[in-house]
């Protein structure tokens, strides 16, 4: 025999259910809603790190390129460096070759100056021989040491290479034609003998 089972036990069955259903829908929209919240901020943080990374990123391009345009301007600077020592080099060559041809131009000028003084000293002592006076003894033709020859008065400045130049006589010549005169002793207005050609 077959028991039967009441209909309002079998017709709860499906409410029950439909229940448990709209519990658990229920359920979960809150999750659902509540997860959704939680997530907004976390999602919020996720843009803005995502922002700051392309910034960052941005940034870090930025700098990359001024390291490459300073890795660059460092090396012009080597460059510029490298010619300056170069140039320096040279001008310090330059300058000490011009310092040499500065001295020899000194030495030339010192020379010349030396030639000039000598041509002009020579040009006031021309007349000197012709208005030099001869002594007593030799206007009379007399000479002590048996040559002929004639007489010069010692002028400042003179010396008996000098004398000798200017009268066209050796020098050895003059000193054995004057053998009591000092050479390094003359005296202005003292007389010595010029021997003949």
């Known amino acids: 025999m077959e028991e039967e089972v009441p209909e309002s036990t079998s017709s709860m069955f499906p409410i029950a259910l439909a229940v448990l259903a709209i519990l658990l829908g229920g359920a979960g929209l809150y ?3 509540s997860a959704s919240r939680q997530l907004a901020p976390i999602s919020e943080n996720v843009t803005a790190g995502s922002d ?9 391009g930025e700098l990359e390129t001024r ?3 300073l890795s660059a301007g460092l090396e012009d600077l080597k460059g510029s460096f490298s010619r300056s020592r170069i140039y320096a080099g040279q001008t310090e060559q330059a300058i000490k070759k011009l310092a040499t041809e500065l001295n020899a131009n000194r030495e030339q000028i010192t020379t010349l100056g030396e030639k000039l003084g000598e041509l002009a000293t020579r040009g006031q002592r021309a007349p000197a021989p012709a208005a030099a006076e001869p002594s007593a003894e030799a206007a009379s ?6 040559g002929e020859g ?3 008065r010692i002028k400042s400045g003179d010396t008996f290479a ?4 200017d009268q066209g006589v050796g020098l050895q010549a003059l000193l054995d034609a004057n053998p009591d005169a000092d050479p390094r ?3 202005i207005g003292q007389e010595i003998r010029i021997p003949s050609n």
């Open 31 to 33: 999750f659902g809603i």
């Open 52 to 60: 700051s990374a392309a910034r960052l990123e941005a940034q870090i």
């Open 67 to 69: 390291v490459a345009e």
């Open 141 to 146: 033709g007399g000479d002590s040491s048996g």
């Open 150 to 152: 004639s007489v010069y």
């Open 162 to 165: 000098r004398i000798a130049a």
């Open 185 to 187: 002793r003359l005296r």
